[in-house]
């Protein structure tokens, strides 16, 4: 999305405007001033009201002047930038948005909203709302409401679900899944919302886990012996703390998949 793209540009601008401050402190007192012609320039040094002609013998002058002259520009440009990245985070903040807060929130108007987001292929729609096996393990971690009323374990799921409505897919949460003799509760079960193909999308969050990226390795091994293959019909997004999943993240890999 834009907005994390403009929350990156807010710290690369907050970036170099340290880098150019720093870098200002070590160049000399005072400004450069050019006159003359390109073939025959005059450069002048001045503090204050005062000016000093500069011969070419003080050239290394010269171009520490010039650099100041050109990072105090750049400093004006950037400090200038950052105020209009900030004014369109304030305003595009996705946490503001109304239209998102109807379809999540547990009301009566995100019931009547359901029928809207309701997948267009009439046998795949009764199969999104026919009954399934689902997960039982851990009820207590089921604390995140997402829109038609489903619970899920995660924010990150949470939003995965949100974007799944928004685009009209068809899929069960924790559906039960038997692999040979073990039984898997995928995060999400899916159908493709024109072909009706079934599809495996599984999050993994807190990947700098060194124990549970041994479950991760496992739980893909066990999926490719039954031929579900990542990225053919196995889903794969992840996070870390340093790196969570943004809406652009889950809006790319929808686009990628089913549009």
């Known amino acids: 999305m834009l907005y994390e793209k403009m929350l990156l540009e807010k710290q690369r601008l907050e970036k170099d405007i340290r880098y150019m401050e720093r870098k200002l402190k070590t160049l000399p007192e005072g400004r450069l001033i050019c006159t003359g012609t390109k073939a025959k320039p005059q450069f002048y040094y001045a503090i204050g009201s005062k000016r000093k002609y500069l ?12 650099e100041k002259k050109y990072y105090q520009a750049k400093l004006q440009d950037c400090k200038r930038q950052l105020k ?7 305003t595009h903040n996705p946490a503001l948005d109304t239209a998102t807060k109807l379809l999540t929130a547990t009301t009566k108007c995100s019931e009547l909203l359901a029928p809207i987001f309701r997948p267009t292929n009439e046998l795949l729609a ?6 399934y096996v689902q997960n039982n393990k851990y009820p207590n971690q089921l604390r995140h409401e997402t829109v038609h009323g489903i619970k899920v374990r995660s924010k990150s ?12 897919i ?17 995060d999400f079960t899916l159908r493709h919302p024109k072909t009706g193909e079934l599809y495996y999308w599984e999050h993994f969050g807190c990947l700098e886990d060194v124990s549970y990226q041994k479950t991760v390795c496992q ?5 490719m012996r039954e031929g579900i293959y990542p990225d053919t019909n196995l889903i794969i ?3 870390t ?9 889950i809006q790319d890999t929808i686009q990628k998949y089913f549009m």
Do not use: C, N
């Open 55 to 66: 011969s070419m013998k003080e050239t290394a002058f010269i171009t520490q002047l010039a």
């Open 84 to 90: 209009g990245v900030i004014a369109y985070l304030k």
């Open 126 to 131: 009764q199969w999104m709302t026919a009954s």
């Open 157 to 168: 799921e949470s939003l995965i679900t949100l974007q799944l409505v928004t685009h009209k």
């Open 170 to 186: 068809p899929f069960h949460y924790e559906e039960e899944l038997e692999l040979g003799d073990i039984r898997l509760y995928p």
């Open 219 to 223: 739980k893909l091994q066990l999926y």
């Open 237 to 239: 997004t992840w996070e």
């Open 241 to 249: 703390r340093e790196k969570p999943l943004t809406i652009r993240d």
